[in-house]
């Protein structure tokens, strides 16, 4: 089984920190995702990357950045976080964006900026 | 990128068949369509993935008309635990990964 780990299930942080949340997984994958989820609102993709040292905006990319300098490590960074920002944050990876690959998710980092 | 409709929320009684229909009018000729399953406090499981036609796994089943503009998720004699958040999705599979997680079907069992 594919196992998404993200480094924290609840985090308390201060408005104006830089935050950083990690995510790691233990199957090789080449692409991986960062999404927030909001009540009402769904999930929204963040960031994602094909590949190591590769990025792309998803559709809210603003108030955050991403690293993924190995493979199986993707990090979420807010520069100076905001309450607008308090959210439940999901990681996910796949095998390759050239197949029918399903994403496999983290439990999820849930937020609150103070 | 194909939208999708789903129904906001379902009750069904436990042991019956619930069927979730989401509508993608607007789906692709290289899009899949996929379905998670989401637990409060955890992030989305996948369930079940197809093109055209009816998929079928050890959890679910997925029933695909001719034309692609609707799906249906076909659960068999739910329980209690089958209670969750039900997600559409419509996506390619060449790279596209700007996947649209709607706000879902809100399923609940009663016993």
């Known amino acids: 089984d594919v196992k998404v780990t993200q480094s924290s299930r609840y985090l308390v942080k201060r408005t104006g920190e830089k935050v950083f949340l990690e995510c790691v997984q233990d199957m090789d994958h080449e692409n991986m995702f960062w999404y927030r989820q909001d009540p009402g609102l769904g999930l929204r993709l963040i960031y994602f990357s094909y590949d190591v040292k590769m990025k792309e905006k998803g559709d809210i990319p603003e108030g955050y950045s991403v690293s993924r300098e190995k493979k199986e490590r993707f990090s979420l960074i807010l520069e100076s976080a905001s309450t607008n920002q308090t959210s439940m944050y999901l990681c996910?990876?796949?095998?390759?964006?050239?197949?029918?690959?399903?994403?496999?998710f983290g439990d999820g980092t849930r937020l609150s900026i103070l | 990128l194909a939208k999708t409709t789903q129904p906001i929320s379902m009750d069904s009684y436990e042991g019956q068949e619930v069927n979730i229909t989401c509508s993608h009018n607007n789906i692709a000729t290289n899009d899949y369509i996929t379905w998670y399953q989401q637990f409060p406090s955890q992030g989305p499981r996948f369930i079940i993935q197809?093109?055209?036609t009816k998929v079928t796994n050890e959890v679910a089943s997925l029933f695909i008309p001719a034309d692609r503009k609707s799906s249906t998720l076909s659960l068999p004699r739910v329980s209690l635990s089958d209670t969750a958040v039900y997600y559409c999705l419509v996506g390619t599979i060449f790279g596209n990964e700007k996947l649209t997680f709607g706000t879902g079907t809100r399923l609940t069992i009663i016993p």
């Open positions: 197809g093109y055209k």
């Open positions: 996910a990876s796949r095998l390759t964006d050239y197949s029918n690959q399903p994403q496999h």
